[in-house]
């Protein structure tokens, strides 16, 4: 099956190539969730934010995911990606619908969803550890306690080394892994990634999503991970969630059938490249339309 899956082409000509694609059989359900998460179930229904003044950010947005599952949402700058996160969070209150967690409507933030932000948002007076242990101790967990779980966590994303560092002794990517630690070590249900690794050079991003891929499959959390990067988003989801511009409506919703565990290679595959395609067309047309929108006098 994973054969299948990353099976690949020679990609010299393109036109040649998707007429190939075009003809290829559908894949067999090789798509198998890897864990039985039973919490992490978020339900968007018809949510619309309007923030006045003229700026409606999010209309008419519904969007299911199922426990476990790894969704990531694509679309133009602007498109209203971490404003629609924002309401899983509970840092956004829709205007219109309504954004549940578990059948319960997202209110406030909560401890069952963690949040990891494009920037790092770590305390810089802390050490990794204290800043991992942070979540732990707020929700009441003694000193001890709390500690030994940072530790697993800190782990668990490969800094042990640096569990007396300050922040600010860190790469971008070793202070995003500290982020990740931070929001696991919450045991969320719920795992929120708003361009994590936007601000990381091409390799350690690769080897970001792929010790992310790995927490994922041992957690069995549910992630929703936003990006502008198509690449990223095939490589990581089940499913892609591709965003209209401005005001941001949900314009497709595609399932990646690539068998996981996933390796890079799947990048030059058939149906990777498939989907890149549809991907890479939708986005290309709504950002003409913000290019054409924003050269209007
Ligand atoms: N708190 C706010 N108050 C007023 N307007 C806001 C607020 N937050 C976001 N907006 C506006 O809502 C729209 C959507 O913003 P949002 O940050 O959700 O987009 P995005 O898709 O995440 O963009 P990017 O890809 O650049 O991160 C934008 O026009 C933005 O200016
Ligand atoms: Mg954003």
New binding site residues.
């Given amino acids: 099956m994973l054969q299948q899956a990353t099976k690949q082409i020679d990609v010299s000509d393109v036109d040649e190539l998707f007429k190939k694609v075009e003809q290829l059989p559908p894949l067999p359900a090789t798509h198998q969730q890897h864990h039985q998460a039973k919490k992490g179930h978020i339900q968007l229904k018809d949510v619309s934010?309007d923030?006045?003044?003229g700026?409606l950010?999010?209309e008419g947005a519904s969007l299911e995911v199922t426990p476990g599952e790894f969704v990531c949402i694509l679309?133009?700058?602007?498109?209203?990606?971490?404003?629609?996160?924002?309401c899983v969070a509970g840092f956004?209150k829709p205007t219109k619908g309504q954004a549940l967690v578990d059948g319960k409507p997202v209110t406030k933030p909560g401890n069952d969803r963690g949040m990891v932000f494009?920037q790092h948002s770590l305390f810089p007076w802390k050490t990794v550890l204290d800043n991992v242990a942070f979540g732990p101790l707020m929700a009441g967990k003694g000193k001890m306690e709390a500690e030994s779980l940072a530790r697993t966590f800190i782990g668990m994303v490969g800094l042990s080394a640096y569990e007396n560092k300050y922040p600010g002794i860190l790469s971008g990517g070793m202070k995003q892994r500290v982020g990740i630690a931070r929001a696991l070590a919450n045991y969320p249900d719920v795992l929120l990634m708003?361009?994590p690794f936007g601000a990381l050079d091409a390799q350690t991003r690769t080897i970001m999503q792929e010790n992310l891929l790995q927490i994922w499959s041992e957690f069995g959390i549910t992630v929703v991970f936003?990006t502008?990067d198509i690449d990223e988003a095939i490589f990581l989801a089940d499913r892609v969630v591709v965003?209209s511009a401005?005001?941001?409506r949900i314009l497709a919703d595609i399932k990646v059938e690539i068998a996981r565990p996933r390796s890079t290679d799947i990048i030059a595959s058939e149906r990777f490249l498939i989907l890149k395609k549809q991907c890479l067309d939708l986005i290309r047309e709504e950002s003409l339309k913000v290019f054409e929108r924003q050269s209007q006098v």
């Fill in positions: 934010v923030f006045g003044s700026v950010a999010v679309g133009p700058s602007g498109c209203g990606k971490s404003t629609l996160m924002n956004v494009q708003d361009e936003v502008h965003m401005s005001p941001g």
